[in-house]
């Protein structure tokens, strides 16, 4: 069975700060790799995604996440945070020969403080 | 045009009633999915849809009924509601195992 663990329920940091969002995965085979975010009463919106290739992926609004296959890892950074990325940020995944399930991780909220 | 539409948004209801949530998808992906998110805004996926075709059925109770009349919508009929049933309910839609997912906006389902 495939999981996804994002062991801080809450992150906080200073505007201009960096911000790392972890999240840790088990999976058979080759992973696919997700992370979304949810701002308040909406759906979720996707950010980046890591497939294959270069381990650094960048996606929308400025974030990077970074595989790291020896540590099963996936973490969310960007070099600045903003008082707008303060959200709710979730990890997924997919193993390669799995039925088109997407396993979401528990959810990260990200608050940025002025 | 909104790509991943639902309704209602909001959903508010007494045990023991039937209810159904809509979802409609203009982005011409083949598979669709239903996920709940609780009160701890975790988030489990109830059931796929490709081509018109149930592909993954978690553990839902038999209360919960999807029904994929085309590919473009795939709607969640809900009987006798219990109080445990409230969430938020998202349509979602797909492409392929490695293309990202697009998200409804979410129906907020209240069982009162």
């Known amino acids: 069975a495939q999981s996804v663990a994002q062991p801080e329920d809450q992150v906080n940091v200073a505007e201009g700060n960096p911000l790392t969002v972890k999240c840790t995965y088990s999976?058979?085979?080759?992973?696919?790799l997700f992370w979304y975010v949810q701002y308040p009463n909406r759906g979720l919106q996707f950010l980046l995604k890591?497939?294959?290739?270069?381990?650094l992926v960048k996606g929308s609004y400025g974030f990077e996440a970074e595989f790291n296959k020896s540590q099963t890892s996936f973490h969310l950074k960007k070099p600045s945070a903003l008082v707008s990325d303060s959200a709710l940020y979730f990890c997924?995944?997919?193993?390669?020969?799995?039925?088109?399930?997407?396993?979401f991780g528990s959810g990260t909220q990200l608050t940025v403080l002025p | 045009d909104t790509a991943v539409s639902q309704t209602p948004k909001y959903l508010v209801t007494q045990m023991g009633n039937d209810k159904s949530i809509k979802c409609e998808q203009n982005?011409?992906?083949?598979?669709m999915y239903w996920y709940k998110q609780d009160s701890k805004k975790f988030l489990k996926i109830m059931f796929s849809?490709?081509?018109?075709?149930?592909?993954i059925n978690e553990t839902v109770p038999n209360r919960f009924s999807p029904k994929s009349p085309d590919k473009a919508h795939l709607n969640l009929h809900i009987n006798s509601l219990e109080l445990g049933d409230s969430a938020v309910y998202f349509c979602?839609?797909?492409?392929?195992?490695?293309?990202?997912?697009?998200f409804g906006s979410g129906t907020q389902l209240s069982v009162l």
């Open positions: 979602a839609s797909g492409r392929g195992d490695r293309e990202k997912l697009f």
């Open positions: 999976v058979s085979g080759n992973p696919y």
């Open positions: 890591y497939i294959t290739g270069d381990n």
């Open positions: 997924a995944v997919r193993g390669s020969g799995s039925a088109r399930q997407l396993t």
């Open positions: 982005l011409g992906h083949d598979t």
């Open positions: 849809y490709n081509n018109k075709e149930l592909i």
